[in-house]
């Protein structure tokens, strides 16, 4: 094997050769054997890069910084990754070295546009799948930057993922050597993933997953692509999910990529034809009949050519004897398509939900189906193992609530009320927003096992943006401190005064405000206590009065054409003075017994005399108000134009609720999926408004804020960062992904910055 040349070709390359070209070279070389259609390619081989330790004087050193590293120790596995990824990097690439993969660039064209992808000499095996663990790079043209590429797949052999992955297999690091293919980039107009066979069962049906622009949307989860299942058996189509596409991954100039939006005509309409999934299935066949083995394939497609960029043996499927009992039905028969607003899959009997009447009904297990929910709903929300809603976006209560609870749910479903019956089992895909007949098992289960667990670490990553995370019930306190937030720039009152039963007016009439006080001063006690010393900013009732029409005292709530509109917010509360006294007493017991980290944050403030209205009426309540910190949501437009105003008044932060500052800029209801379509986060409008209010607010050392759903939203939150948004509050599932898209905008912007 020491006489193994530097560069291999893939015409050149057997499965026999994984030592040389890992995993992910050694399926290419044999694809292209079989006349798979594989874009032009050549490896730099795994003795090369031991050549290239050697050669350099680093081999050594480099196997002493990982000699007893302990794997379980976070920070100082994270540390060692990085000073031996540093020490690959500090290096150049031997001369004679650096020549062989040049000449071999060169005859691939003229400054030819290449991917530059890792490939392992551990990975892709049948019993072993190190995917993801090292590093590729897209769109890399020209000599320099194809070098630096290659340099940094080597040290992504180091990577911290890497390292504990090897360990936990029980692989030796000094065994596991590092390949690089440079393979002619294809520009896809659509691309995606397949499995030959079911990744879970082995069954005989193809899955194809399928999206716009590079398979890096797709491989990534950047997006949720359209969903293909074509029966090897039948050969035929048996079931089809078209995805609402929003964005897409295309290459950016002449190095790296870039995600951008898919423009509208594009966003549901179907990626592939029937056509272009019976080829991709046919390919598929082609691998796993080669390999013997179910395959994990990338493919891309331009124009009516279809390209097959990578295939590795599916490593998740159970054993024969484990499945023995525990066959799944097919794929199971899909009774409605919605809207996949919180993660993960259940199985229970429905029970639907008319009216608050019906609430009781629900236990603990059951598969809770509504038109839309409410806060009144939300005792019965806890109890139930998935939601289902007929409307609604990812915006809606019944999406908020049960992301917050780690509650699967599906909504926009359009008529689940009417499909499903009362005590009928169904299976719900909550990441999917599909609703199965009976109990079906899916691959996902596992899946959504990990992702629950993965909300529960620990952020290890600081950030100069502070982020926070939204709360609205107090059992869900322990669940987002454990995600490691900053702070609670969101925790909403109502849910909790709703869940009570009773209106506020309910408790002054039967003299029972000390009842009152003391359960919001408690459930917001709870949620304190786990965020000890980090800011908790709470809001100020905000329930329209449809949700207290419901409730014991709510026989005389006015009847509201359009409550979202109406008599809510913080107008409510400076026309109920009694009510809006009440919250006020929870918090100064709050403040008394030594929770200066609470903050108050009134909602649906229109004009700064309402700001000033309500401080004064705290004053009056005896609160020290020039001591303690007072926000405003900016939700409403006139609220972002007048922020000068607001900060003259003596607003301490303020906080988009861009939830309902989308909908009252572009006049959608949010809740409502005939126009879902036209509810744009990013809409120009939306976004002048957000900017001009960050920066005066930043002019002024005011914090500026997000909590609403656009918080959560990684491609929002980079555009916010380098707005220059103070702090971002996003939902407990979604911190882990807002900080480290923070912390990547911030080292970005230094980047430029000193590049400059």
């Not at 988009?656 to 999926?673: E, K, M, S, V, W």
Request: hydrophobic residues 40%.
């Amino acid at each position: 094997m020491s006489n193994m040349p530097d560069i291999l070709w893939l015409a050149e390359i057997k499965k026999e050769d994984i030592p040389s070209v890992g995993g992910k070279g050694a399926s290419l070389g044999e694809m292209t054997s079989v006349g798979l259609p594989v874009p032009p390619a050549f490896v730099v081989t795994a003795q090369a890069f031991r050549r290239f330790l050697v050669e350099t004087g680093i081999e050594d050193e480099l196997f002493k910084k990982l000699e007893g590293v302990d794997v379980e120790d976070s920070d100082v596995l994270e540390t060692t990754a990085q000073r031996v990824m540093k020490l690959v990097m500090s290096v150049k690439i031997p001369k004679k070295l650096e020549e062989n993969i040049l000449l071999s660039y060169k005859k691939m064209g003229d400054n030819e546009v290449v991917a530059v992808r890792s490939s392992a000499t551990a990975e892709d095996l049948p019993d072993a799948s190190f995917a993801g663990q090292q590093e590729t790079y897209l769109n890399i043209r020209g000599d320099e930057d194809l070098l630096v590429a290659i340099q940094k797949c080597w040290a992504s052999l180091y990577g911290a993922r890497a390292i504990y992955y090897r360990a936990k297999q029980g692989f030796d690091d000094r065994s596991v050597d590092i390949a690089v293919v440079v393979q002619k980039l294809v520009y896809s107009e659509k691309a995606g993933v397949m499995f030959s066979s079911h990744p879970v069962t082995g069954e005989s049906s193809t899955i194809i997953e399928a999206s716009w622009g590079l398979g890096e949307a797709v491989v990534s989860g950047a997006v949720s692509p359209d969903n293909y299942v074509f029966d090897q058996n039948s050969k035929h189509i048996v079931d089809r999910y078209i995805a609402n596409k929003i964005v897409e991954i295309v290459p950016d100039g002449s190095k790296g990529t870039k995600e951008v939006e898919v423009s509208k005509e594009r966003q549901n309409a179907t990626v592939l034809s029937d056509n272009e999934i019976i080829k991709l299935a046919k390919f598929a066949k082609i691998a796993e009949d080669h390999y013997e083995n179910p395959q994990d394939i990338e493919w891309s497609i331009v124009g009516d050519t279809i390209y097959i960029l990578q295939s590795r043996p599916i490593t998740t499927i159970t054993s024969k004897t484990s499945k023995k009992g525990k066959d799944v039905h097919g794929e199971g028969n899909i009774l409605l398509e919605g809207q996949g607003a919180s993660p993960g899959i259940a199985t229970g009997a429905v029970v639907i939900v008319h009216s608050v009447k019906d609430l009781s009904k629900v236990k603990d297990g059951n598969i809770m189906v509504a038109k839309m929910t409410n806060p009144d709903m939300v005792p019965a929300m806890r109890k139930a193992a998935a939601i289902i809603t007929d409307e609604g976006g990812m915006t809606c209560h019944a999406a908020i609530v049960s992301r917050e609870l780690g509650t699967p749910a599906a909504v926009g479903t359009k008529k689940a009320t009417q499909i499903l019956k009362d005590g009928q089992i169904v299976t719900i895909d909550g990441e999917k927003g599909l609703v199965f007949e009976g109990d079906v098992k899916r691959a996902e289960e596992p899946q959504a096992q990990q992702v629950a667990g993965f909300i529960s670490a620990p952020a290890q990553i600081i950030t100069a943006t502070s982020i926070k995370v939204n709360v609205s019930l107090p059992e869900a306190a322990k669940r987002a401190a454990a995600t490691g937030a900053d702070g609670v720039g969101l925790l909403r009152i109502e849910h909790l005064i709703l869940g009570l039963g009773k209106t506020p007016n309910w408790y002054i009439i039967n003299k029972k405000e000390d009842e009152f006080i003391n359960e919001l001063y408690s459930g917001i006690k709870t949620v304190m206590d786990e965020f000890n010393g980090k800011p908790v900013w709470v809001r100020t009732l905000d329930a329209p009065t449809d949700e207290f029409r419901n409730m014991k005292g709510g026989e005389d709530e006015p009847e509201e054409h359009n409550p979202m509109l109406g008599w809510r917010g913080i107008r409510r509360d400076l026309q109920s003075k009694s009510q809006f006294r009440l919250q006020v007493e929870a918090f100064k017991k709050l403040w008394n017994e030594g929770y200066d980290n609470l903050g108050i944050m009134f909602p649906l403030v229109g004009h700064p005399d309402e700001f000033v209205a309500a401080k004064g009426m705290m004053k009056e309540f005896g609160v020290d108000v020039e001591n303690k910190t007072l926000g405003i949501m900016v939700e409403i437009p006139s609220s972002a134009i007048l922020i000068d105003d607001f900060i003259s008044a003596g607003i301490n932060f303020a906080s988009f609720g861009t939830n309902d500052l989308i909908q009252y800029t572009l006049a959608i209801d949010r809740n409502n999926q005939n126009v879902a379509d036209m509810y744009r986060p990013k809409h120009p409008a939306v976004l002048k408004l957000i900017e001009y209010a960050i920066k005066r607010c930043r002019k002024a050392g005011v914090e500026c804020s997000i909590c609403g759903q656009a918080g959560s939203d990684p491609e929002m939150v980079k555009w916010l960062v380098e707005t220059g948004i103070a702090s971002v509050s996003a939902n407990i599932d979604a911190v882990q992904k807002i900080r480290e898209t923070a912390a990547r905008t911030e080292k970005k912007i230094i980047l430029d910055a000193a590049r400059k």
